[in-house]
């Protein structure tokens, strides 16, 4: 049975985190970006937690913890690696504060304070999967799992592929379609879906499995239609131009599939 002053515990622990990332962001570094970070590293430890205190049988309570940690600690490092210690902050975040003006501070508090309900919200797929009281482990759970290694795999490759792409200044300007980026516009964005949906298929047969929907529906929701997609290729339009106009008309915006090829 799920405990849910686990998904309270959750927030309220992550809370004082995301308070200092804003204190870093407000007085020092002036990268909303750590937001992500706060909110990746978060969920690795409520993830860790989750797995010392929730009541479910205990296999299933450690390979879940490492699976969510796993996900987290990978993203929330390649986030700082990429867009804090080696970047300057996300354009989004540049335009979002150039829209709001001078609230825009105010609106960021409530972003980074927001991101620490959004790990006791996403953690409710894993709430579900830990008050499993069973031991053995059902072929529903073991494709899940395979679907986890295939969701923060390909996303991982699409990191690393887009990271490799930038690191030459010759690529400036220029639109990447190197491997994944050959056949979705924002592989890395399918593939956190893909990510979320690992624990819908592993919550098969089990008691809320429901719940657990709440991890694809918010993510890919916010991916295609608020703070994923819309603002990347905003910002990739401005920096890009033409090149990605033509790469728009080429290449599927999420799910992955062959170009198309254009008449001229």
Request: glycine fraction near 12%; proline fraction near 4%.
């Amino acid at each position: 049975m799920m405990d849910w002053g686990l998904f309270l515990w959750g927030g309220l622990v992550t809370t004082p985190m995301m308070g200092g990332l804003w204190c870093a962001y407000h007085w020092y570094h002036r990268n909303a970006g750590l937001a992500d970070v706060g909110f990746c590293i978060g969920f690795g430890l409520v993830s860790l937690g989750l797995g010392l205190l929730a009541g479910g049988e205990v296999t299933h309570r450690i390979v879940i913890a490492c699976l969510g940690a796993g996900y987290g600690f990978r993203l929330g490092l390649y986030i700082f690696y990429a867009r804090i210690l080696n970047a300057t902050e996300d354009p989004r975040y540049q335009l979002i504060r150039d829209k709001i003006g001078p609230k825009a501070e105010w609106w960021m508090f409530m972003y980074f304070m927001g991101q620490a309900l959004a790990i006791a919200v996403f953690s409710v797929p894993l709430l579900v999967l830990m008050a499993n009281p069973e031991s053995t482990w059902n072929w529903w759970e073991l494709a899940g799992v395979c679907v986890w290694f295939i969701g923060v795999g390909g996303e991982t490759i699409s990191d690393y592929q887009l990271m490799r792409f930038r690191r030459h200044a010759y690529n400036q300007g220029k639109t990447c379609r190197e491997g994944l980026w050959r056949y979705s516009r924002h592989p890395n964005y399918f593939f956190e879906g893909v990510h979320w949906c690992s624990y819908v298929i592993m919550s098969v047969g089990l008691p809320n499995a429901w719940l657990t929907l709440v991890g694809p529906i918010l993510m890919i929701g916010a991916l295609l239609k608020v703070s994923g997609i819309p603002f990347a290729e905003a910002q990739a339009l401005v920096s890009r131009g033409d090149d990605y106009r033509e790469y728009q008309r080429t290449t599927n915006a999420f799910i992955p599939w062959f170009p198309k090829e254009v008449k001229r």
